[in-house]
């Protein structure tokens, strides 16, 4: 563990344990959401990577224009 780590856990254990439960809540709720991000995004880089081939053919046959953040 490292020790930034190891110094937060220090300063939640002087926390209520309401506040403890709270913070460890959302800590593994975080986790989970990146994790599962990390498994629809692997099981979408081949799907990805066919998109961004198909944008780089648009725009080297010229059908795409330069966006004017002005008008967006």
């Not at 959401?33 to 053919?57: H, I, K, N, P, V």
Request: glycine fraction near 4%; charge should be negative.
């Amino acid at each position: 563990m490292s020790k930034l780590l190891e110094e937060v856990f220090a300063k939640l254990a002087d926390l209520p344990e309401a506040d403890q439960d709270s913070i460890a809540t959302w800590l593994l709720a975080e986790l989970d959401s990146e994790r599962q991000w990390e498994t629809l995004f692997s099981e979408s880089r081949e799907a990805l990577g066919g998109l961004a081939d198909e944008a780089l053919a648009e725009h080297e046959r010229g059908h795409t224009k330069e966006l004017d953040s002005d008008t967006l």
